[in-house]
């Protein structure tokens, strides 16, 4: 079975705050994703790694790093949090061509 | 770039109804289309997945989606719908990177509500 987990289901952080989440895949999977999740939005796409030290920018990276040292370690980075980074962050996983798996989700309050 | 809609943001079913849930996508090339399922305070479960072949797939917990090319749709559909079938339910569209792997764009989700 496949699993993917993130380090915190619910985090609480200051504006300004440097902010490291992490996602840990068991499955030897080459490519792993982040998303944001917000009501009425959906999920969209922050970053994605097809290999170890590549990174790719998804649809929103502004305000959004990621490091990838391991293949089965993906994190991301909030430089100075903010406010309006308060939100569900799910991380995923795929082999080759197959399915992502995702995460439990992280929820992240900025205050 | 691909997109996908879907229309129905609350549907309210009655346990035991049938249910189809909406999806259109737009996608240049063949699309690779999926449909997860989030319950609350949980991460996605995949429930379908369309690559190639039939156009009517069938999933886990009893739900199929039928791809029609000609209607840009891939509808999910349940013929009687449990009160456990709460939840939110996401179609996506894949496009394959080029190292690998698909970058998913996912609807904005349709949140279903089984009145017992």
């Known amino acids: 079975d496949v699993k993917v987990t993130q380090s915190s289901r619910y985090l609480v952080k200051r504006t300004g705050e440097k902010v490291f989440l992490e996602c840990v895949q068991d499955m030897d999977h080459e490519n792993m994703f982040w998303y944001r999740q917000d009501p009425g939005l959906g999920l969209r796409l922050i970053y994605f790694s097809y290999d170890v030290k590549m990174k790719e920018k998804g649809d929103i990276p502004e305000g959004y790093s990621v490091s990838r040292e391991k293949k089965e370690r993906f994190s991301l980075i909030l430089e100075s949090a903010s406010t309006n980074q308060t939100s569900m962050y799910l991380c995923?996983?795929?082999?080759?061509?197959?399915?992502?798996?995702f995460g439990p989700g992280t929820r992240l309050l900025v205050l | 770039a691909q997109s996908v809609t879907q229309p129905d943001i609350h549907i309210t079913v009655s346990e035991g109804a049938s249910l189809e849930l909406r999806c259109n996508y737009s996608y240049g090339a063949t699309p690779y289309l999926f449909w997860y399922v989030q319950s609350p305070g949980q991460g996605l479960q995949l429930l379908l997945k369309?690559?190639?072949?039939?156009?009517l797939v069938q999933g886990i917990k009893g739900f199929e989606a039928e791809f029609k090319r000609s209607q840009s749709s891939f509808n999910l559909r349940k013929p009687s719908v449990h009160w456990s079938d709460a939840a939110e339910y996401f179609c996506a569209v894949g496009a394959w990177l080029t190292g690998g792997g698909n970058k998913l764009t996912f609807g904005t989700g349709t949140q279903l509500k089984v009145e017992l």
């Open positions: 995923a996983s795929t082999r080759q061509q197959e399915t992502q798996y």
């Open positions: 369309y690559f190639s072949g039939d156009t």
